[in-house]
Each structure stands twice: as structure tokens, then as C-alpha cells.
């Protein structure tokens, strides 16, 4: 049988095959009904849904008494004797379930002043035997262990006719509180060994219909609120309450209990307003209005205005210089999970630092921490997740790592605001958070202020290769990575110097070509002037050599004729 089924009623002497299987179940202070028609099983099961109050009512008294069964007279009866406390063995005649059942419910007694208070009604069933003068029934409260024990006495019973006869003893005489658990026992008087009824017994809470209105506990009042923001003021209106008593409204801090602030008001009953304003500090999703009766152990109603804002709870964060520690303190209770991270480049994701999960309980801190303004707690909970980056602001400065590249070397340099120890290596990055070792760790000490270069090869280049450094004197920290190594020269910081060093390459170029032009065009012009001088050698030497071609023909031709003449004469 389920352990929350707590009895069984018959509805009705006209309806003895209808079973009402009342299940209180202490979830939240709520019962359901259930309801079962047939003799064994419920096959047919129609639930009732009754809210949050109780689905039946207080059954109501006028006083507290006990009686027994018609034709039995019985009696109150003090037990002060000191033997009586313990139990004696039980006669070989005496049957061990003399006592077959006891059954326990909730009455309500009230006063002409309209004043009421709950008692246990406890009915058992007892089978008659000669050795047995009655029966002790106890209550002991659990949540303050009050015991109440009274005595039933048969004093007049004709034993021959009751004897193995069923005798129904009934006690309201046990004042209970509002949603209660109480113990309860039943044995025989005298105490025989091992002969006992005991049962576990929930009282009614003030989500119950007649508790809730008759019981002055359950009489809250009605808190409505105003918040100021701007002022950082709640005004608080009260009705439904308790006219001839004060009121008392307050705000207050919840945790296990309500920790009072300090804003603390009492309306007075012949106050005609109903209304005070109390100031606030922070709003804080644990910040509640508590609201009760000025009477002993009034119930308390509280509402939280800002319960759903739960933003403000990231907000206390603070690093010791001196002792290097970063704490986060929750100003109210919560269920989170804390990671240390580190912001990437664009600020869209913070990846978890490892081996820095903490949950959330009284403080989450961390030691020898690297203040570097990309580091940052992340708080995950079931509904989001929240990045707080408590080194963005203050005198906090970042280490810086970068890369200049040579014709066949990289410079690194590292500089840091306070003195650090690094280590610096080129690794092939598998993902974001792995960066696999090609090479051995080079350990860098930067003094405060100060920066130290490193050259490294690049005989390892391409896209998933990176330069990576992390400082190794903290116990959190996150690596910058410089990935992306060119196989050629792009130094962004020698982009001048190589523009120069083209230009003056492409003006030797330009002027070499011009000299060697020049060169070659005096060279070409005195090869050319030379060949007309050689040609006018050879036109002048050709015209003079036909020149004397004709004078040697004109002086033959003179000779001939004046041999001519000769012989002519």
C-alpha cells in the first residue's frame, strides 16, 4: 500500500460499497481527493482536483471529552504513578491484537468570543478482555516534541457480556496546531509489552476551507505594494485582517528563515489607512514583504516583489590585491553553478577556464587569479546563464602578447602592468580550447612595466599554427593565442620598410636602364659617326682615284698626240 495513504472512510450508511481514500500528501501543504466506487481495486478512479484546500470539512465540537461505547461507562484518569510508565508482560490468556484499530481526524472547537483551536479526534477499537481496565492514548507533537497522554478507564462494564466484545473508545482532548505532524499511541491500561497502536497523523493546514477561515493562526491578511524605484520605497496596502489587532509589516531577507532588513512598521488597529511605506537597499529576488497579526504565533503572509529578477545576484564580486583572491558572495540563496572563463576576441562566448567549477552555495572564491580584463565568472542555473567580467573596470591592465615577423624568424614580445612568469611555445590548434605542443616551453619573465622579445623560427607556418602564451605564476588563466602564421612575410610592422625597399629597388632598376640607353646610344652614335667617316674615306678616296684615272687619260691622249704631231712633220 502507498505509504501516503493515511485511512479509509465510508461515505455513508446508504452507500457502503463507495470508498473515500483520503490521501494527505505534505507536498507543498496541498491534499488532493481521491475517489473510488467497487469493493476491491477501485476499478473505476475519478479524481477530484480540490486546489489548494483541503477537499472536506472540520468537523466542529462543543467540548472535549472522552466516551466509550453505549453500555460502558468509563473515566479520565490521572496515571502518576511511577510503575505505571513501564509495561508489564502480558498474560499467556490475553490476545496480542486486543487492540484492533484506531482511526484519527481533525475537529475544531470555537468559543462564543468566535476563537477556535483544532483537536485530535482519536476513536479505537478495543476487544474486550478481563485483564484489561482501559486503554492510554498519547500525542507527541514532532516539530516540538509536546506530549499529551490521557487514561481511559472502564469503571462500569458488566464483563460477562462485553468479554471478546468489540469496545469503541473515542478522545478530542488533544489541542493541535495548524499543519502539525503529530505521533500518536494507543495501548492497554495496565501497559502490557508489545501490545500497541502508533500512526503518524497530519494536521490541516490553512489552505483548508474552515481552518483557514476560523483559525486566527491562518488569518494572514491581504499585503498589495507599490514600488518607488527611483526613491527606493514599497508601499504596502493590508486588508482582510483582524480588526482588533495591530498589524505588522516588515521586509526581510529570505533564506532558511525571513532576516529582517531593519524596515520594520506597525499599523494600528485604529489606523483607517492601512498602509505604511518602508525603505529598500538593493532589489533582491530574496527581498520579501512579511505581513502578520499582532498575536502570539500569528501565521505570517510574505510576498517578494522582485522574485523573478534574479540578475542582481551576479553583481557582488570582489578581488582581494593582497591576498589575490576572487569572491563572489549570493546575496540570496541559489542554485548556481560557477565557472571561471575567458571573453573571446569578439566578446560572443566565454569559454570555461578548466578545473574551475564551483557551485553555489555560502561563497564561491578563487586564489592567485590572473587579472586580466578578458577573465570573468559565468553563473548557470536552470533558466539562463549570466558573464559578469569583474576586471573591465578598476586599475586593472592587461598583458599583452604580440608577433612581428621577419624574412625568416618571428619576434615576440611580451609586455605586462605587474611582474609575470610566461611560457611561450608554437603549438598546432586542434580547437579552441587545445593547442597541441610543437615545440618545448620557453619561460619568460617579465618585470612590471617591462617588455622582453623573443625569436622564434618559422620554419613551421600555416593556418592552424599558433604562437601561445599563458602566465604560469597563477592558478587561473587562460592562453592568447596568435594563430594564422604566414609561410611569407605580411609583418604588418614592416610594411614601410619593404614599400622603401621596393622603390628604391625600381629606381636603381630605372636609372640602370637609363645609364646603360645613354651608353649605348654614345656607343651607337660613334659606330655610326665612325662608318660615315669611313664611308667619306672611301667616296673621297674613289673620287680622287677617278680623278687621276682622268688625268692620266688626258695625259696619254696629250702624249699620243703629240707623237702624232711628230711623225707628221
Not at 56 to 83: A, M, N, P, W, Y
Not at 448 to 470: F, H, Y
Not at 515 to 534: A, D, L, N, P, S
Request: proline content about 4%; charged content about 20%; hydrophobic content about 35%.
Amino acid at each position: 500500500m502507498n505509504p501516503l495513504l493515511k485511512g479509509t472512510h465510508w461515505l455513508s450508511d446508504v452507500h457502503k460499497l463507495s470508498l473515500t481514500l483520503r490521501v494527505a500528501m505534505k507536498f507543498h501543504n496541498r491534499e488532493c481527493c481521491f475517489l473510488c466506487w467497487g469493493t476491491s481495486g477501485c476499478p473505476l478512479l475519478i479524481i477530484l482536483f480540490c486546489g489548494i484546500a483541503n477537499c472536506h470539512s472540520i468537523q466542529r465540537i462543543k467540548e472535549c471529552e472522552i466516551t466509550c461505547s453505549q453500555g460502558v461507562q468509563c473515566e479520565r484518569k490521572q496515571t502518576d504513578d511511577l510503575f505505571s510508565r513501564f509495561c508489564r508482560d502480558a498474560p499467556e490468556s490475553l490476545h496480542p491484537n486486543v487492540l484492533e484499530n484506531m482511526k484519527i481526524t481533525t475537529v475544531m472547537k470555537c468559543s462564543p468570543a468566535s476563537q477556535c483551536s483544532l483537536h485530535l479526534n482519536i476513536i479505537g477499537t478495543v476487544i474486550y478482555d478481563v485483564h484489561i481496565r482501559g486503554v492510554e492514548i498519547c500525542s507527541m507533537t514532532l516539530s516540538t516534541q509536546r506530549t499529551q497522554c490521557v487514561t481511559i478507564r472502564f469503571t462500569k462494564i458488566k464483563r460477562k457480556k462485553f468479554l471478546m466484545h468489540k469496545i469503541q473508545v473515542q478522545a478530542n482532548v488533544f489541542e493541535v496546531g495548524v499543519s502539525e505532524q503529530v505521533y500518536v499511541s494507543m495501548k492497554t491500561f495496565p501497559d502490557f509489552c508489545g501490545i500497541q497502536l502508533k500512526e503518524h497523523y497530519y494536521v490541516e493546514d490553512c489552505n483548508n476551507r474552515d481552518v483557514g477561515r476560523h483559525i486566527w493562526s491562518c488569518l494572514t491578511g491581504k499585503l498589495d505594494y507599490v514600488v518607488n524605484k527611483e526613491n527606493k520605497l514599497i508601499t504596502v496596502n493590508v486588508s482582510n485582517i483582524l480588526q482588533d489587532y495591530d498589524y505588522n509589516v516588515r521586509l526581510c531577507k529570505k533564506h532558511f528563515v525571513c532576516h529582517d532588513t531593519g524596515a520594520h512598521a506597525v499599523i494600528r488597529k485604529e489606523d483607517p489607512t492601512k498602509s505604511v511605506t518602508l525603505p529598500y537597499s538593493e532589489m533582491l529576488p530574496c527581498l520579501c514583504i512579511e505581513g502578520w497579526s499582532a498575536i502570539p504565533d500569528a501565521r505570517r503572509t510574505r510576498l517578494c516583489p522582485f522574485k523573478d529578477d534574479i540578475s542582481t545576484l551576479w553583481d557582488n564580486i570582489a578581488y582581494n590585491p593582497t591576498k589575490q583572491v576572487l569572491a563572489w558572495v549570493p546575496l540570496c540563496p541559489v542554485n548556481a553553478k560557477v565557472h571561471l572563463c575567458w571573453m573571446t576576441d569578439d566578446k560572443q562566448k566565454c569559454v570555461n577556464i578548466p578545473d574551475s567549477l564551483s557551485a553555489a552555495h555560502n561563497q564561491v572564491s578563487y586564489s592567485h587569479v590572473d587579472t586580466h580584463p578578458r577573465l570573468c565568472m559565468k553563473f548557470a542555473t536552470e533558466t539562463g546563464s549570466w558573464v559578469k567580467c569583474p576586471f573591465t573596470s578598476g586599475p586593472f591592465s592587461a598583458w599583452h602578447m604580440k608577433t612581428y615577423l621577419m624574412a625568416k624568424s618571428m619576434e615576440i614580445r611580451l609586455t605586462s602592468p605587474t611582474k609575470a612568469k610566461f611560457s611561450v611555445f608554437i603549438c598546432n590548434r586542434t580547437n579552441f580550447n587545445s593547442c597541441e605542443p610543437l615545440q618545448k616551453y620557453t619561460l619568460v619573465y617579465v618585470e612590471a612595466l617591462e617588455t622582453v622579445t623573443l625569436n622564434m623560427s618559422r620554419e613551421i607556418c600555416g593556418s592552424n599554427i599558433c604562437i601561445q602564451g599563458i602566465r604560469e605564476d597563477v592558478n587561473y588563466s587562460f592562453p592568447i593565442q596568435i594563430c594564422d602564421i604566414p609561410c611569407i612575410s605580411q609583418d604588418p610592422g614592416s610594411k614601410e620598410d619593404n614599400f622603401l625597399q621596393m622603390i628604391i629597388v625600381t629606381a636603381v632598376q630605372v636609372l640602370s636602364a637609363a645609364i646603360f640607353t645613354y651608353i649605348g646610344y654614345k656607343i651607337f652614335k660613334v659606330c655610326h659617326q665612325k662608318r660615315e667617316q669611313k664611308r667619306l674615306l672611301k667616296s673621297q678616296i674613289k673620287e680622287t682615284s677617278e680623278i687621276a684615272s682622268s688625268l692620266e687619260q688626258i695625259t696619254l691622249l696629250s702624249t699620243k698626240a703629240e707623237g702624232d704631231r711628230y711623225v707628221a712633220y
